[in-house]
């Protein structure tokens, strides 16, 4: 049977201790990170101005600009547009999240 000295509970004290304290610094790393990617925005437009989109962090269009130049697009390729730049601004938005999400990710979170 195993026998246990007086330093042993000590050493696991610290041990816990530390540990929680690894815990607390994630959880506070982690919450940071949410607040970040609550505020990503992504924009995409065209080199004229005509189409302007704005895209969340979750690609969720937040805004859309139509400026003069967009009433001399045919509808369909005006409808083109607007998909390629939200897809655009989505994988921009994305990309920023993937920044701040990867130091959490790396190397378990240190």
Do not use: C, H, K, N
């Not at 992504?42 to 989109?53: K, L, N, P």
């Not at 937040?62 to 998909?83: I, K, M, N, S, Y």
């Amino acid at each position: 049977m195993e026998s246990f000295t007086a330093e042993q509970p000590s050493a696991g004290r610290t041990w816990l201790d530390e540990y929680r304290t690894r815990i607390d610094t994630i959880r506070l790393r982690a919450e940071e990170a949410r607040d970040r990617v609550a505020t990503v925005t992504a924009t995409a437009r065209t080199r004229d101005g005509a189409v302007v989109v704005t895209v969340d962090a979750y690609g969720t269009l937040t805004d859309l600009q139509l400026g003069v130049r967009a009433e001399e697009l045919p509808r369909a390729r005006l409808a083109e547009t607007v998909l390629r730049l939200s897809r655009e601004a989505a994988a921009d938005a994305a990309a920023q999240v993937a920044a701040i999400v990867e130091p959490l990710t790396a190397g378990g979170g240190r």
